[in-house]
Structure formats: C-alpha cells, structure tokens
C-alpha cells in the first residue's frame, strides 16, 4: 500500500469518525423564512414506536389476540432521557391498571384528540405552516392542530384537549410553552369518578391536568428536526422528564394531509349504548 492510498484511507477514518450521524449536524444553518427565522415549514414525521411506549420496551402480543402478529407491539428503544419516567409510587400503580385497560382508557381508541406532545410522534405525518405571529401544526389523525402564538406569553383562556401554546425562538431553537390542558374523559377505572387523564402512549403512560410541556425544535438537517419535550405534572411525576427523538421530512412530490376523520369509526364504540341500531 503507498503512501498516498494509506492517506487516504486514514482521512476517510477520521472523516467518518467526526461526520454527524444522520439527522444531526454541528454547522448546518436551516433555511430562513421572510422574516430571517429558521424554516420549519413542510411535512414531518417520528419513525419510532414512541406512540406504543414512550420508554424502551421488547415485542408483545396486541390488545386482540385474534389479530395475532397484524396488531403486536412491535420493539423499541424508548425515547426518555435519563432512565425511567419518574412517577410518584400511587402514579405508578395506576398506570399499570390503565395499560392493562387501555382498550377503553386510551383516547386514541375513541378517536378524541392526541393533545402535546403526543401529537407529534403518532404515526401520522404532522405539517407545519409558519409565519412571524403564529406556527401551525396540524396532524393527520383526527385532523388535530394547535397554534403556537410567537407574539406573546398569554395564559391559558380555557383548558383544550390540545392546551395554550406561547413560543419563542432561541437563537436557531423554536421553544414552546405550553399549558392548559384538560385531564381527559373520567377514568373508567375511578370508583368515583374524580380522576380524569390522558395518556402518552398505548402503554398506559398518562399525565392528569396539571401537565406543563416545553418542546424545543431544532432544524439539524434538510430533512430533519431534532424534537426534544420536558414534561412536568406534580399530579403524576416527582420531577420533570424529557424525551427526545428526532423527526424525519415526507418528501413525496406531492405530499399532503389525508383524510383521516376516524369519529365514524368508533360511533358504536362511544354512542352504540344510545342508538336503537349500529351507527352506518
């Protein structure tokens, strides 16, 4: 081997050994906006199993065994930071009777709205419309979306499945705060009826109204974002916890939003009680 091939094996080691990993950069400097912001414009999507478990988790048999390998769990890494989510002893017993009664605990079966940060890393594409005042986010499933207001810090008016959402750029960094949530349905699991929750995942991870989320998104690549999202409720966790993942540009010609209005799909599910036959 000469000189010259032993130098060039050695600079392509030393290239590879400092190249950012896909999805993230040290020097890359997004697109600007009209308004000289980060862009973050265009459709994005989480490709992990997030939205089954949020804390790292092996293969398991679905909630309809009758649906055998269409509907198992499949295995994941997790995306919680810095060990387990720290839930408070009574939490943590009740989201273990909340996972194994997430067929009718878990909002997504009933088709109501994800809420943040659940939201964005369902498997659903997520599109992202931005102008100086507000940043729309907008997801496939239900058609859910949420407005993060830039020109202020407003309180909550109300508590929304979706919460209140103020954001602010730092530096390269869109941060949003985001507060006001509702708990969710009355837990069928609470003999009298005073707790209402949401969950985070299908596994039962859930949060009450006391939630508190603060996202940081960062543009690390041309088709990536890095998405980070610390969580706070003192109803359920004796600290603040944070996820992070990164989310992947849909880069199809002619990408949108499909039509995913799943209310027809659970009528019978919610009102079938009510109705005199099945919902058609």
Aim: glycine fraction near 8%.
């Amino acid at each position: 081997m000469t000189s010259a091939t032993v130098s060039a094996v050695v600079a392509a080691a030393f290239l590879a050994a400092v190249s950012p990993r896909p999805g993230e950069s040290q020097t890359y400097r997004a697109p600007r906006t009209a308004g000289g912001q980060p862009d973050l414009n265009g459709f994005w999507q989480a490709l992990n199993t997030a939205n089954w478990d949020l804390e790292a988790h092996e293969a398991a048999p679905g909630p309809v065994l009758q649906l055998g390998a269409a509907y198992a769990v499949p295995p994941g890494q997790g995306v919680v930071m810095g060990g387990p989510i720290p839930y408070r002893a009574d939490a943590l017993a009740m989201k273990k009777k909340y996972a194994a009664n997430a067929l009718r605990e878990d909002a997504e079966v009933k088709c109501y709205l994800p809420g943040v940060p659940r939201m964005m890393y369902m498997p659903y594409p997520v599109q992202i419309v931005q102008s100086a005042s507000q940043i729309l986010m907008m997801s496939e499933f239900a058609s859910a979306h949420r407005t993060i207001y830039m020109n202020g810090n407003d309180p909550p008016p109300a508590d929304t499945w979706m919460g209140w959402s103020n954001g602010h750029w730092d530096s390269d960094t869109l941060v949003v705060d985001s507060k006001g949530f509702l708990g969710g349905t009355v837990s069928a699991l609470d003999d009298e009826g005073t707790i209402h929750v949401r969950f985070l995942d299908r596994a039962g991870n859930y949060h009450t109204d006391g939630l508190h989320v603060v996202e940081r998104i960062q543009r690390t690549g041309p088709d990536h974002l890095s998405y980070q999202a610390t969580i706070e409720d003192p109803n359920v966790y004796t600290r603040p916890w944070t996820i992070s993942m990164p989310l992947y540009r849909r880069v199809e010609a002619a990408m949108q939003l499909g039509e995913f209005k799943c209310e027809e799909f659970v009528g019978d599910l919610i009102f079938g009680k009510y109705q005199k036959g099945p919902v058609r």
